[in-house]
Each structure stands twice: as C-alpha cells, then as structure tokens.
C-alpha cells in the first residue's frame, strides 16, 4: 500500500469555479482598470447534478477589511457575471464564491410539483426550516416576515397560503439575500489595480526644452519653456514630456547627426548622463536650477498640464556612478567597464548599468530614490527610455515601490521591441505602453492590431499610447511631408485610444528631413538645438485643438476598450464607433488616402447606437459643424484630403 | 511611508519563462499521456535586453530523485519548445528553466566583430574565463580539452587558433552542454499522468450478462458469457463491458419499459443496486457466484479482453447501506430518506447517496472500499454510471486513491451532460469520457466535434470514447434499421478516435425498434432480458471484426490527436487522415450518405503523407484488397453504400 491522498479540506462541497476572466497570467499580475470603472467578472461554475447554484462576486479595496459583494447571473453554458464599480484608487481582491443553492432548488422542486397538481406535505416542512435558517440571518422587517412566513409553513390549515409564499418572488429575494451558503467553494484571489483617470485618458506633447527659446542660438531654459504653456495648453494637450534634463557627459560626448565625436560646442545627447555637475538627480544648469524646474511644474498645473520626465537608466562615463559605483557596471577582464555595443558599432558615451551586479539590491535602491527624488519635485508622470534593456524584476518592484508612497504616478514604457516583452513590461506594472502604431498604415493592419489590444486579453492590462511620431521616429510615410497623412495620423492616434502624444513642433509644424534611409529625423534634437518660430498657427495647429477640445467633451474618448470597427465598403477609409455608457456616441471616418477623394457606404451596428433599422438620426461632425440625418445601418460619407479627409461625427436623437 | 515591497529572492534574474504548454488550469490538474508518447512542452522565454537565451526542458517520474532534462529551441517569436518521452506509468513532473547565456552572447559578438575585421582582447581573456568554468562542470576528454582551449585563449602568439575555437561549433556544443546557468529562472512545477496503453487505444463491446443465455427463458449467467468470449475475440473487440451484477433490489421494482410497477416474474433493473443479499460487493446470485465472476475475468484474459465493471452510486431502498448508513442518504424532515426525482417523475426505487453528509469520510471510504474489492477480484476497467450527479471532489481523491494501488486502473466517465462538466470530470482524472458522438452527424458537425477534441485544450486531458449507440441511446438516425446507416456510424466510430464502443449485440444485429418518441430502446434490457441468436454473422460482424483487425495491425489508429481532415468537394463525403511517427498513414473515406452513390474529389495534405506533388503513391483499401496509383493531392473517390460506403486506405510508397 502506497501513501493516502489526503482528504480535501471542503470535502462537501459541490461546487466548482473555473476560467475567471479577467484574470491575468493565473492571477500572477494584477488587471488594471480607471477609477470609477465597472468592472466586469465572468466566471464559469459548475456543480455535480442538478440542484441549483448561487454565486457571488467578491471584492475588497486594501483599505478594507470585509469583502463586498454581488450576486452574479447565469449566461448560459455555464457561464456567469457579476459587476462591481472600482471606486477607489490602488489594489483591489476580488474572487467569486459558489455554493449548492438547496432554497432555490426546493422553490423549483414545489413549483413542478405544484403545477403537476401534487399536494405537498413534506416539501413544506423543509421550506419551514428553510425560513428559520434565513431568519437566523435576517434584520428588522425582514426577519419578522420571515419568522411569520415560516409559520404559515408549518400550518396545514394555511397551506395555500404556505405554497404561495413558497413560490413567490419574496421567497426567491429572501433566498438570494439571506442564502444558506454550505460548503461554498471559494476561487483563488486575484488582483485588480486601479489608476487615475490621466492612466488611461491623456495627451501627451513631448519637445526639447533647451530648444524652447524664442531667440535662435540661444539655449533653451525651462523659463522658456513655461513660455510656451500657453501654446500648449490652446493646443488641449495635458502631459508636456521633455527628454532627460540631467548633466550631459563629455567623454566622448557625439556630435550633430549622432557623430562620433562631437565638435567644440556640440550639444550633446541629453541621453548620455551624467558629469561632474551630477548624474540623474541634477539639472543641466544651461535648462535652469531645480529650482527653475520645480516652478515649471507647478505652472504647468495652472494649464491643467503635467510633466512627464525621462528615465533613461545608462550613464555617460563622467557620471558620478562610475566612480562611487563601478560594480554596478559590467567590468571586463582587463579591468575596464563595457560600453555599450551593438556589434561592430560602439556607443562609447554610454555605460549601461549590469542589473546582475552582486551589489543589485543597494542599485535598485538607488534607482527607486532617483524616481523618488523626482516625486518630491512634484513629478507625477515618468516616461521610461528603453525598459527593455533592464530586468524585468527590478521594474515589477520599483513600480510597486514607488506607487506605494506615490499612487497617482504614471509609468510609460518606451519599449518598441518584441511583443512578448511588451506585454510583460505592462504587466508587471507599466500603466501605459507605446504602441506598433507608428508601423500599422493599412486598413486590415489598424483593425487586426486594435482588435488584438481591445479585445484580446491585452486589453486588461496593456494600455496603448499612440505616437505618430517621437524624436527617435520620423515615420517613412510622413518624409514626404504631405499635409493630409499629417492630419490623418494625428487623427487616428487621438481617436482610436485615450492616450496619444505627438513630438513637437515636428509633428504639428510638418518638419520630415529624413536622415538618409532610415526612419529617424536629420538634424535631430537629439544631438542638437533646433530654435522653432513657436507663434505659427497652421491647420494641424488648429484641427489638434479642435480634436483635443472634442476628446474632452465626449465621455466616449476616455476608454480604449470600446471601439467597435464599421463594415464600410472602401479599403481607404476606416470607420469606427465609440459608444460610453451615459449614451455619448461618436463615429469616426477616416480616410487612409492622402491624395485622392474617397467614398463609401458605412454601415452602423444599429444595436450599439440603440437605433432600429426604420429609426432616423443626426450625425453631427465636430469639427466643422456640419449636420447630417442618417436612417437605418448603410450611409454614403464621403471625404476629400485637401479639405478634411476625416468626420468625427457625434450621434445624436433627433 | 508604507511598508516596503519585499526584494525578489531571484534580483539577478533576467529571464522569464511564461504561457507553458501543456498546462490545465495554471497547473491546477495534471495532462494526461499514453506510455511512450512523445511529449511536446512549448513556453514564451524572454529575456530583457539583447543577449542570447538558453533554456531546458526539465522532468522527472514520481519515482526518480534526479531531474532529467533536454534543451529547448527557439521556434520563433519568443517560443521555445522541447520534447521527451514518457516512458513510465504514473506521474512526472515537468517544468521549465532558463536563463542568459553569457557564453554564447559572447560567441556571438566575437563572430560579428571578427566579421568586422576587429582585432579582440579583451574578448579572448573573456573566453579563457568562460572556458574555465565549463571546464570546472566537464569530465574526461570534454575537460581535457576545454582546459586546452582555455590555454590558447590566454596566449596571444596563438591568436587565430583562439578565434577559431571562439568562433567554431565546438564552442558552441561545450557553452550547450557545460551551461553557465546563472541566476537561472524556473517555471513552477507542472503534472503529467502517464496511463497504459489500453487508455487511449481501447473497443468495447457491451452485454447484458442475463441475456447471455443460449437457451430461450434462461436467465443468462457468467458462464454463458464464458461461452460468448470466442464470438467477441472474433469481432476483435477487447473490452467487455457489463453493466451491474450485483443484487436488484425489490422494493418499487420496476417492470419492463420502465413501468412503474413490475409484475411478478419480471427480473428488474440492475441500476436497482442492493437487497438483502448485498450491495456493491455482492453477486447478483442468477448470475453465479462470486467465482464465477472471477472465472470470467480470468477466462477474458486469455482473450486478450479486459471485463469493465459499472459502477452506479445509488442504492435501492433494500441495500445495506440504507439501514447501516442512513446519514449517507438525504433525510427528509419527516425523517423518511429522499428517493430520487425529476419532478413531476419519481423514482421511488432509487435512493441517490447524499455527497454532503456529515459522514462524508466514511462514504467515500465505503466506496473506496467498492472498487479495491472489485480491483482484488481482478477488475481492472471501471465504467462509472452518471459520475456528474456525484461530487467532484470525490472522484478527484477515490481515482488518485486507488491508481496509487492500481495503476492500471481505467475509470471511463459517462457522463451525456453540459461540456464544462464533461470537461471536469476529465480534468480531475477520468482515464476516458463518453462524448457527443451520437449528436454529431453531419460532415460540419463532426469536423467541428473534432477539432475540438483533438485541437483545442481538451486533447490535453479528455481521452474520447465514441459509442453510436449505448443501452441507453437508441439513435434517432439509427431507428430506421438501415444497414449503410449502422456501418457508417460504427466506421467513424471506430477510426475517429482510439477509444470506441458498440452496445451489442443490438448493434451488430440492427436492432433498432425505439421506444415511442424516444432516443432509447423499446423493451430495454434494461427492463426485461432478452435472448439472442448469437451464432448468426452477418455483414456488420464482418465488418467490425476486419475494422477491429486493421486497428490492431496499423499503428496510426493508437493515438486519437493524429487526426487532419482532407477536404473533399461533397458535403457527403468525409475523408480525414491518420498517421503515426514510425510512417503507418490512413486514409479514411466515408460516405455519410446512406442512400445514394457519392464522389468527389479529396485533396491530401501532401507534406503530411511525405510526397511531393509529382510523385506516386498507394492506396490500398484495407477491407477489400483493392489498390489504386494516386499522384499528387487530387484525386477521385466514389462510395457506393449497398457495397461499402467507405474506404479504409493504407497510404503505401510504390
């Protein structure tokens, strides 16, 4: 005889909760949602035989101690729902609980049997101890009906009575409010972690502050930059990026165009770190003090606009690191430390730091107090340069670390790699994510790509921040600086998610030089000032504050998740709803043509609209105004580039 | 300040092993597996950064202390995969490990800056530190020459030979075999459950013992079913199954066609367990004796057939267990035991055991008890009857409970209920299920049913058993008699899957009259026995001994997941292909038709045949000897169902 398999704890329980969604990686990360999201929990349950069964939706904020809790619904298949609404910022449990429900069980047994025309006897002494059970449990009102609905059970002389309360509607409230709860199987706890609204619904505008002055030659300041605020904030967007501001190292220090050696009066790259001034914690002294910067914060909050700093984790050699620190880098046979290599090139002016270090937890510190610092400067946005290259452990603990203290920060992950990496940076903690979008043009490539973000299980953990440009990207389909794919960029990345940016002023003033072959700009503010006419209003100036101003007045903007695409019989243009749940409704039709008129027949899912096929209604576009009566699923739109080559229509009862 | 998120025990891990396949449930049930199945693990490994990645498959049987493990390769897109074979019975666990491999990163980058025309240094002394440690892990000529490699690193007058070592599959074979393996990350410990052949490679064949007399009047006894083994070895059926033999309770006896009260002289229900003879442990006494019974189980043997039992938890009001276990069974209040309903129906001569006494623990152990002593009779196939009305629970511990003593075990489920419940049962251990099959009919449907089975998850853990008809399922496409019909079930019955079963000799003899407006038998030997001539033959006992005999013989038929349709222009026409990993391919070919003569034209999947589309190959219908040329995919078949309304092709190099 071998060794027993132990009894189970809950040897009498009967049922079973299996494939809870959402539920990420077997509940390994949390699923993330928006304060005041309803959030939506399918599970299937299953029990032996053919009695009835209860379920419920647990879930506790971490600053309760009881569980809250709804009744979920059957879907069929076995499938059932419950929806509770995320009230508070930070983590959530949530689990869901099933039993053998013997009320309801015995209230359907008398009802067949009732209907078979049986008198009942011993099935009304049970329901008595069924009332005494719920009693038990019950308060105030209730429990006296209770108590009395009992006793008319017990009473023969009240028996048609008895079978009505037995069969009635106030037996099956009672029986879901006070259930008898045996055995109830309990499935594993899982996490849900709610951010701010800005975590799922933002508009980002990155530049170069030491290209922010006004007059050209001169260094840009973070005084110029609070400058231009107000530009920013007519334009509607509300997270202003700017690239590192930290002391830029010397040692090997590249040149315009990314050259190898820098001439006398170059720049630098404000990616390579660090000097004697100071590494990730100082202020480039020609931006300003920190001092200087702390104001720009705060007046960045006056146009309702936060900075989003950049944490690019790499030092340039002069950085103080490499002195106090030198085990933190990766140090070679002879002694050296390893620069940065891409086989045969090599990036001299950068260290990266080796997260395999034996010191690694005294780094993680350090890194955790960089971000830290910042926090107390008032930073509540940190866009993250290449979290690819540094271990993913070390980011699911930093994350985690610093939103214990800071909850409303924000994470971008700046990871334009493969999608599995991707996906793990977000889920262990990244609160948004740049996106392929810059390399999905086609029609079949944007429906294939927002159908696996919004609908696949990505979408409970991933969300996207469209870019059709940064300053490491000059998208090949804008080099030839056509106006039109300007706008029709623009417009989707703003339409289709809640957070978008664009790198300016590139992208709004249609700068495209091309470094030669490649995907990047010529003359990049990366290696170099570039002084902008920051005045000039042009049409993508004005249509960004239309459709920022638009973003903002529809609630259908402020979630990614529901899009639905519409069947329109063109391939050059894209149709797609929005729909909130307070009834805002906005269509977008977009043409994917730059150059030539196109037209098609859309096709509405009425259902989502809450329109019948014979019901008319107005599509008004937001953006010029215009007002259209549209009847039943198939409508003609029609755009032409040179004008608008987009509607952003709200739907709306006539 | 918060309290602070703990430090990972792995901080220098780097790499991620996720989303491994097979895994049921995040681990939660094991995967089952044939003995010497070749075992397919696959898992996303990402690393951060750009580095090379190296990863093992690592397993062990639960009778080993040591890991054995196999590398892993890279399929593309961050999926690895590795294989090994199950060569043991009973559990292994398997999992996952991997990490960065410094070793052949390094390999890599000498490779491109020797491409480069880069004179290396520091490169080399890099190598002689990683020679170093693989030669600490190798043994024999491996260490001796590492230590030798080690040597021409370090010396710069042998520089090229150095580069060669560096560069050369040597290297590459030493950094695979004497892996560095540092901060390794390891996936949790997943199951797998190693059955015996016969679990997924099975044909039963199913009788009444009490008709197994020869003699019309008599009832039938383990001795005449003695006599049937010759006609059964015959049909090349190797499982016989018998429903209950133990004592048929009399109180509320029903008689034949399942009335509700039998008359004097009728033989009852065998579902009707217990008198007071005995229950589950006892030998209906018309039978024979206890014996007798192990007589005929032996007397199988010698025909390479296996007797299943049936097990039915559920008494009759006259079984043991209802005076000495009241508590096993549901009190009413006014204290009388709960008989079995499906209001309005009653079924006052079955008691259904109550799974949530308090008793539990004796229950189960009581029915533990059941099958240790059917198990000690040298049974060894376990057919449970309505599993899904018992408690899971139960089932997960009493199969893992007697598989410890017994692992030659079988448990078939039948369970005819909802997919998730089938599904569980599975999942928690059952050897095989009854399925669908009898509900799938048209070409769509079984190609769907199909796919499911041997596609999705479930092929993981849901061994299918395909009957066209059972004791208790009389097909509505059966009811007509009509001999093609019978042939056709029964051949797709037979090749679809490994496992399959006829309800005999009703099948093999057409039996076919339903009960009025029902799926079921009229004068169900359920209810009454019967007598058969069973001396004739006839063309479905040619057929099913010739289908049973070519199973046997062609090795494709022993796996059920082998399965690839062929598409065929007739929605008549069904054609799908088998093949095993030692070159044995099957071509089936059958008609769903009936009535009328079909053809078309079936396009083999070429690549899985091994041919290209210009060469020739052999089909050779295997029950009739006839042989066709076929070349490239395309080729004509005709079906003709008063012949034979199906091919069985062996697939056969010329």
């Excluded at 904020?61 to 979920?72: A, I, L, R």
């Excluded at 530009?231 to 590192?244: C, Q, S």
Aim: net charge negative; aromatic share 12%.
């Amino acid at each position: 005889m071998k060794n027993h398999i132990p009894f189970p704890a809950l040897g009498q329980s009967r049922a079973i909760v299996e494939r809870v969604t959402p539920e990420i990686d077997g509940g390994r990360f949390a699923v993330k949602a928006i304060i005041n999201e309803l959030i939506t929990v399918e599970a299937d349950i299953i029990i032996d035989g053919h009695d009835h069964l209860a379920a419920r939706l647990m879930y506790k904020h971490e600053s309760e101690k009881e569980w809250s809790e709804v009744v979920m619904h059957s879907m069929g298949n076995d499938r059932w729902v419950g929806r509770f609404v995320a009230s508070k910022q930070g983590f959530y449990a949530y689990t869901v609980e099933a039993w053998v429900d013997h009320i309801a069980s015995w209230q359907h047994e008398v009802d067949l049997k009732v209907r078979d025309g049986q008198h009942l006897k011993v099935e009304l002494m049970q329901g008595e101890l069924f009332l005494k059970g719920m009693a038990k449990l019950a308060k105030g009102d209730d429990k006296k009906a209770i108590q009395e609905a009992a006793k008319i059970m017990a009473n023969e002389s009240r028996y048609n009575e008895a079978i009505q309360i037995a069969m009635s509607d106030q037996m099956h409230e009672w029986l879901t409010k006070y259930p008898e709860r045996q055995s109830a199987y309990r499935y594993q706890e899982l996490k849900l972690y709610v951010d701010r609204e800005k975590a799922g619904f933002s508009a980002w505008y990155s530049l170069f502050p030491r290209s922010a002055a006004r007059e050209v030659g001169k260094h840009g300041t973070f005084k110029d930059v609070e400058a231009l605020l107000p530009r920013i904030a007519e334009m509607g967007f509300d997270v202003l990026y700017i690239p590192p501001i930290h002391p830029i190292g010397k040692t090997n220090r590249k040149g315009k165009n990314n050259t190898v050696n820098a001439e006398e009066g170059d720049s630098g790259v404000p990616y390579g770190i660090g000097s004697e001034e100071g590494g990730h914690t100082a202020i480039h002294s020609e931006l300003g003090t920190l001092d200087d910067f702390k104001h720009l914060v705060q007046a960045c909050l006056k146009f309702d606009i936060e900075i989003a700093m950049d944490l690019a984790i790499q030092c340039s050699p002069d950085h103080p690191w490499v002195k106090e620190h030198p085990d933190w880098f990766k140090i070679l046979p002879d002694g050296s430390i390893k620069y940065a290599e891409n086989p045969p090139k090599k990036y001299q002016d950068i260290y990266p730091v080796n997260f395999e270090t034996e010191d690694w937890q005294n780094l993680w510190q350090e890194l955790k107090s960089v971000i830290m610092t910042w926090a107390e400067w008032g930073v509540r946005i940190i866009r993250v340069d290449n979290p690819h290259t540094k271990s993913f452990c070390f980011w699911e603990w930093v994350i985690a670390e610093v939103k214990k203290d800071y909850p409303d920060m924000i994470f971008l992950a700046e990871a334009f790699t493969k999608p599995k990496v991707m996906q793990q940076l977000a889920k262990l903690g990244y609160t948004q994510s740049y996106t392929y979008y810059v390399w999905r043009t086609s029609k079949a490539e944007i429906i294939e790509y927002m159908t696996e973000l919004t609908k696949g299980e990505m979408r409970h953990y991933f969300r996207p921040n469209f870019w059709p440009n940064t300053h490491d990207i000059n998208p090949y389909m804008l080099q030839g600086g056509h106006e039109p794919l300007f706008l029709i960029r623009y417009f989707m990345a703003a339409t289709l998610v809640g957070n978008y940016g664009i790198f300016g002023p590139s992208y709004e003033y249609l700068y495209h030089a091309p470094y030669p072959n490649k995907e990047e700009y010529a003359f990049s503010e990366k290696y170099e000032i570039k002084w902008w006419n920051w005045e000039h209003r042009n049409k993508l100036t004005y249509i960004i504050s239309q459709v920022n101003r638009i973003r903002k007045e529809n609630t259908a903007f402020r979630n990614t998740n529901n899009l639905d695409f519409c069947s329109i019989d063109n391939e050059q243009i894209l149709a797609y709803l929005k729909t909130a749940s307070d009834g805002n409704r906005i269509l977008c039709v977009t043409s994917l043509d730059g150059y030539n008129r196109q037209g098609g027949l859309v096709k509405i899912p009425l259902w989502k609209i809450g329109k019948n096929e014979w019901e008319s209604y107005r599509v008004h576009d937001l953006l010029t105004g215009a007002t259209y009566i549209w009847k039943g699923d198939t409508n003609y739109v029609e755009l032409d580039p040179q004008i608008l080559p987009f509607h952003l229509f709200r739907i709306e009862d006539i």
